[in-house]
């Protein structure tokens, strides 16, 4: 497998977590809650600090996790879907967040348009930096929360429940941290976007589940890799049906995929599938050569990444 560059110390921080059963459209309504605990749904995370705050946690626990000195960080990608959630993070906050975690040196570069889907964007555009040798190092942190009524914690067409958090990772030259990322795919499909209404809502998800299909035997060709050769597939976090489908699409066996945290914590956006990551190194055994699939999605974006353990 070639290797185009590694990913180190990811660190997280979550809100605070809360059973779904004190959401509001929930507490009240015992068959409803039921559908969501059966498809995995226990737990969700509120955050009552901001979204800025909870960018520089996971931050500071990254550069506590890492060799990597602040003053050699090239770059800090700031990954978010912020316009469309009911806050604004603006150029003041981010110099804040820089010259509160001592990243003096730092370019920060912002990463939005892809929803659900912005760590791929986020890793694309950090490999990107890293193999034409724009940044030698690079901080990519990716934070989102939900502002306002319960309500918006829905996951619209899903039995799952939105999330607030941060996590964070330092991308470098292949061979320097603990996994490397192998290649990615990263899709964007107006036309999927366009069937995203209640009127074409089979048509659309059988148009993303044949994509994710198609993008996963690529990348697993480019890799010179079969199912059998991927020890584990990461997903966002939705609903327990929802996520085996995905892991299925890929040729995998459901047993393969990844779902703790469905039950723990729900679906923290685009931060899902590195938060996954994390926990499974740390709670299994992982030899190096390992590989990892990961799959990503949006209205309109569909991606996957192949990561090896070092």
Known sequence: MKKIASLSAIEYDLGKSQPIDTLDFLKNDQDKLNIYKKAGSNYFAASEISNIDLCFNAIEKTLNATSVKKDAIDVVLYVSENATRGYSINIIDVNKLLLKAGLNKALPIGISLSDCANIITGLQVGVSMIASGMANNVLLVCSDMITGEDEKRKVERDTSI?????????????????????????????????????????????????????????????NMLTTANIKKVFTS?????????????????????????????????????????????????????????SLVDSHSTCGAIVFCKN
């Open 237 to 293: 976090n939705y609903s327990l049906p929802t996520n085996k489908l995905f892991v299925k699409m890929t040729g995998c066996k459901a047993d393969k995929g990844f779902y703790d945290n469905i039950g723990r914590f729900g679906h923290t956006l685009a931060g899902d599938i590195l938060i996954n990551l994390k926990n499974f190194y740390e709670d299994n055994t992982i030899n190096s050569g390992d590989a990892f699939l």
């Open 162 to 222: 939105f999330s607030d958090g941060a996590v964070s990772c330092i991308l470098s030259k292949p061979g320097n941290g603990d996994f490397d990322i192998c290649s990615l795919i990263n899709e964007n499909l107006p036309s999927l976007w366009a069937m995203n209404s209640e009127a074409h809502k089979h048509e659309y998800s059988m148009e993303k589940f044949k994509t994710i299909h198609r993008i996963s035997r690529a990348i697993l060709k480019e």
